[in-house]
């Protein structure tokens, strides 16, 4: 089965600019989870959706972070205006709604974002 | 509030011997707990997982073992190899297919 997509891979932006990440999880699951990991740090989690409603967004600094999930499938993570401590590696998961293997989450590649 | 612990931030170890990652974690409300290897410029991948009413869990050379009173958790590697050198990070969940809390993850070096 295809993995988690993401893109895009690398961006470099200014500070006070706007950025947009793009993720398609794997087909069938309902559950999608945007992560940021600073370096030396673990993933922490931004926001959850399950099927396109927010389930938990607590940590997502909403004055600047935005995402959304049309349709339920695919989401972006958006990030206006950006500071320099949001560089970071921005993962999306995705896991199945129940059943076998629904506590795993898969992960995409992660967008690595430095903002200068 | 960090729930999730890894203190030792790397682990250098011979090929062919045990490595130990360990983790500790202050919510007794965690039902299951995750085990995830890291490549660079990958993202994080399932390695093994334990639910909370077990001590241990084996897959091939992979063992997880759970000590609820202590809040403590260790991954065992045996024998290790140079292909398991990666960063390994922890995670907890509070109930089955919730949102995962990562540790800050180990460093393991495997020497040939």
């Known amino acids: 089965e295809a993995g988690v997509a993401q893109s895009p891979r690398y961006k470099i932006i200014e500070k006070r600019q706007s950025v947009a990440f793009w993720c398609n999880p794997i087909?069938?699951?309902?559950?999608l989870y945007w992560y940021q990991q600073i370096l030396g740090q673990g993933p922490k989690l931004l926001i959850q959706f399950q099927n396109n409603g927010v389930v938990d967004d607590s940590q997502l600094p909403k004055d600047r972070f935005s995402a959304e999930r049309l349709k339920g499938v695919d989401s972006t993570l958006k990030i206006q205006p950006a500071k320099l401590e949001d560089s970071a590696v921005y993962l999306c998961?995705?896991?199945?709604?129940?059943?076998?293997?629904?506590?795993?989450?898969?992960f995409g590649a992660g967008s690595r974002l430095t903002v200068l | 509030d960090q729930q999730v612990k890894q203190n030792s931030p790397s682990l250098s170890v011979q090929e062919g011997r045990i490595s130990i990652l360990n983790c500790d974690y202050t919510?007794?409300?965690?039902?299951?707990f995750l085990w995830y290897k890291k490549y660079p410029a990958e993202g994080p991948t399932f390695l093994i997982s334990i639910s909370s009413i077990k001590d241990k869990n084996e897959d091939g050379r992979f063992t997880v073992f759970l000590n609820k009173s202590a809040k403590h958790l260790s991954l065992h590697i045996v024998p290790s190899q140079p292909g398991d050198s990666a960063v390994y990070f922890c995670?907890?969940?509070?109930?089955?297919?919730?949102?995962?809390?990562f540790g800050a993850g180990t460093i393991l070096r495997v020497k040939s």
């Open positions: 995670a907890a969940q509070r109930e089955y297919g919730n949102k995962l809390v």
């Open positions: 919510n007794s409300m965690f039902d299951y």
């Open positions: 998961a995705s896991s199945p709604e129940a059943g076998a293997g629904a506590n795993v989450l898969t």
């Open positions: 087909s069938g699951h309902a559950t």
